[in-house]
């Protein structure tokens, strides 16, 4: 039962640097999520997939792109790394049944330090 | 749009008082309301939603339509309660969570 699995758990880059946050899920889930979680700001959404080959902004997309490689995989990408980006992300997915109200599962989050 | 407010970053209360932290939402549809805790060193964890009016470790929360609240209460608080509290909204397609609130239960 791994559910969702993110990589790496941490990260150091330098101001520029360009880096993938890879997120899978097993649980056939249709919807995913990327979030970023600072002190006093609480959870950000960034970029969310509401099924396989459709991705939208959240929140705080700026900086970040995503692929939603195939229903398994949801992947962030920093293309040009800046400071303001040092945070913890954490990855989720969740399924929606009809108007059933389903949770998210999260992943264990990647911390990223940005220099 | 959809907003969830939770007004308090940190609060404290001593072991066995009552616990109630708060939440507001902003949505114009029929919303889905939860809490989600995170414990120390653990992942986010959901730990109720309204649609299923349950009470989870001595948690409750009641869904107030008039007053757009959606306030997680505890009769008496343990140590172990101690943690980050987020709600959140799912509104169409996305979840909203509140910046969350820091719960310190004092010995």
């Known amino acids: 039962n791994a559910g969702v699995t993110q990589t790496p758990k941490f990260q150091v880059l330098k101001t520029g640097q360009s880096m993938t946050l890879q997120c899978a899920q097993d649980m056939n889930h249709n919807s995913m999520y990327w979030y970023r979680q600072d002190p006093g700001m609480g959870l950000r959404l960034i970029y969310y997939?509401?099924?396989?080959?459709?991705?939208d902004k959240g929140e705080v997309p700026n900086g970040y792109n995503v692929s939603r490689l195939n229903k398994r995989e949801f992947s962030l990408r920093l293309e040009s790394a800046a400071p303001s980006q040092t945070s913890v992300y954490f990855c989720?997915?969740?399924?929606?049944?009809?108007?059933?109200?389903?949770?998210?599962?999260f992943g264990s989050g990647t911390q990223l330090s940005v220099l | 749009a959809q907003r969830v407010t939770q007004p308090e970053k940190l609060l404290s209360v001593f072991k066995g008082a009552p616990v109630e932290l708060k939440c507001n939402y902003s949505y114009s549809g029929s919303p889905e309301l939860f809490w989600y805790v995170q414990y120390s060193r653990q992942r986010l964890q959901l730990l109720l939603r309204?649609?299923s009016r349950e009470s989870i470790k001595g948690f409750t929360a009641d869904l107030n339509k008039g007053e757009t609240s959606f306030h997680l209460k505890k009769p008496f608080a343990q140590e172990e309660d101690s943690a980050m509290y987020y709600c959140a909204l799912r509104g169409y397609q996305k979840v909203t969570f509140g910046i969350g609130t820091k719960l310190q239960v004092i010995p």
């Open positions: 997939s509401a099924s396989e080959g459709t991705t």
């Open positions: 309204h649609i």
């Open positions: 989720a997915s969740s399924e929606v049944k009809g108007r059933s109200n389903e949770k998210l599962f």
